[in-house]
């Protein structure tokens, strides 16, 4: 039986690798291409957001069953935003005692549906062994314990020590490692308490190297994703120091080829980057300022209250908006966003359809689940209007619908606009710009996602080791397939 160590390179893109090989400054990555396979095309699920789709990752399901639905969104039941750490700025705002609540308590412990597995879960049914190094999403079956360091448990109404369930082996930064007698691993604040490349990579390291390795080990690599952000997709300075890591890791079995012998190395990015136009051109659409004068906005940080109309929760490139009152129809609200062609789609539930408008355009498109039109996922539509505002390509003789510029539109905006309770609609923005409320980040000149854009929904995926082949590429599909490969 095989053994999987899964490295979630978070943002990284197959232009990157591709441009790195073609320079010859990845052998790591070329090393594992030419060894294995090699996909560019994988769709990840919406709104592109790491927490989202690793919960679509790890559960083989989408947000309408996992319940995870974006990086930020509205409680309708607890009546606030929750927020799983979009930046400081924003966090403050909100409160540090609800993003902490929210990230490390309420996620793994009550936000992610208790209706879907995780692999985690799955695999201790089948008496394997798994973990995770550094995942934000974790839950599992059996129990640990996070230790809060004093100045973050005194100031707030973190406890010391915090129950959670995980995997066999678990790792959180500095709130959980088993290795911080050993003193070899980065986990102070200046190394982001720990989650950080070099931390994932000595973990893995000693884990080969005492033969501990679980069955399944998913390895979080968060440090290329800042930088993007920052200096856009095009950057290439983590990307090369990633390729490196990997090496180190692989070189921990003895040799590269060993490495291969030994488990089946899994490299997948998690969103792609859009670029965001510089400053002098108006990439930042604030959407809080879309809608004053029109609606009684939220005002960020403040309570809901009776006079509260509409909320606004930013993912970067996607925002939910919220509608507390009847007094308006969303497509008011789309008529007074749609003029702006900064903005890209909007979309929202209708007694059982879902509306879909192109803003700078006067044309809509109208749809619903089960039907006689079939995708390349064999999921059924019916489709009302024009399909070309989701760039549809529609086979009416042989009943087929193709995908364009959104992959796999249909069934991933079906799944946000179901993933909680509430009235809300999707807002996304066109490549080039990004979405703000408040003082929620922004990346002027640099790169986002959240959006439904190709460039941010299609993503790299390296398997080496192995010559099964996945039957699909999607993200929520690949579950099945890990389990397939530990079965042998």
């Not at 089948?126 to 230790?147: A, C, E, F, P, W």
């Not at 291969?260 to 190395?265: D, E, Q, R, S």
Request: net charge neutral.
């Amino acid at each position: 039986m095989s053994k999987i160590i899964f490295v979630c390179v978070d943002s990284i893109m197959s232009q990157s690798i591709d441009k790195g090989i073609e320079q010859n400054k990845l052998p790591t990555f070329q090393f594992l291409i030419e060894q294995g396979q090699y996909y560019k095309n994988v769709v990840n699920s919406f709104p592109t957001m790491s927490v989202s789709i690793d919960s679509s990752l790890l559960t083989g399901a989408f947000p309408d069953e996992h319940r995870v639905p974006g990086l930020v969104w509205y409680s309708k039941q607890d009546k606030k935003i929750i927020n799983y750490g979009t930046g400081f700025l924003e966090i403050c705002r909100h409160g540090i005692n609800q993003f902490l609540s929210d990230a490390l308590i309420h996620l793994n412990g009550k936000h992610l549906s208790p209706q879907v597995l995780t692999i985690h879960e799955e695999m201790t049914h089948m008496g394997l062994k798994s973990g995770s190094i550094n995942g934000l999403v974790y839950r599992g079956s059996s129990d640990h314990q996070l230790t809060f360091p004093f100045w973050i448990h005194m100031p707030t109404i973190l406890p010391k020590k915090l129950k959670v369930k995980g995997p066999d082996l678990l790792t959180y930064g500095a709130f959980l490692n088993p290795l911080k007698n050993a003193g070899i691993l980065p986990d102070s604040l200046p190394s982001r308490l720990g989650f950080n490349n070099i931390y994932a990579v000595e973990m893995v390291k000693h884990l080969i190297q005492n033969n501990q390795l679980p069955d399944f080990l998913y390895v979080y690599f968060p440090d290329l994703d800042s930088k993007l952000h920052k200096k856009g997709p095009s950057d290439m300075e983590v990307v090369i120091r990633t390729d490196e890591q990997l090496q180190s890791l692989l070189q921990a079995f003895g040799s590269r080829e060993e490495a291969l012998k030994k488990a089946v190395i899994i490299v997948m990015g998690d969103n792609g980057m859009a670029h965001v136009l510089p400053a002098n051109q108006q990439p930042v659409i604030d959407l809080g300022k879309s809608l004053k004068g029109k609606y009684n906005v939220l005002r960020p940080g403040s309570a809901v209250t009776d006079q509260t109309e509409i909320i606004l929760a930013i993912n970067d490139r996607m925002a939910y908006l919220y509608k507390l009152t009847p007094q308006y129809s969303f497509e008011q609200i789309a008529n007074t966003l749609k003029d702006d062609q900064r903005f890209d789609i909007l979309a929202w539930k209708d007694n059982g359809w879902i509306r879909v408008v192109r803003a700078g355009s006067s044309k809509e498109f109208t749809y619903r689940s089960q039907g006689e039109l079939v995708d390349i996922y064999k999921q059924s539509w019916t489709i009302a209007n024009d399909p070309e505002v989701l760039d549809l390509q529609i086979d009416a003789q042989k009943k087929t619908l193709g995908y364009g510029q959104y992959p796999d539109a249909l069934q991933r905006l079906y799944s946000a606009l179901n993933s909680h309770d509430g009235d809300f609609m999707v807002v996304t923005a066109k490549p080039g710009y990004e979405l703000k409320y408040g003082s929620s980040p922004t990346h002027k000149g640099g790169a986002g996602h959240g959006g439904i854009s190709r460039v941010e929904s299609l993503i790299p995926l390296i398997i080496a080791g192995t010559d099964r082949k996945p039957e699909s590429l999607r993200v929520v599909d690949l579950k099945p397939y890990f389990l397939q490969i530990l079965q042998g």
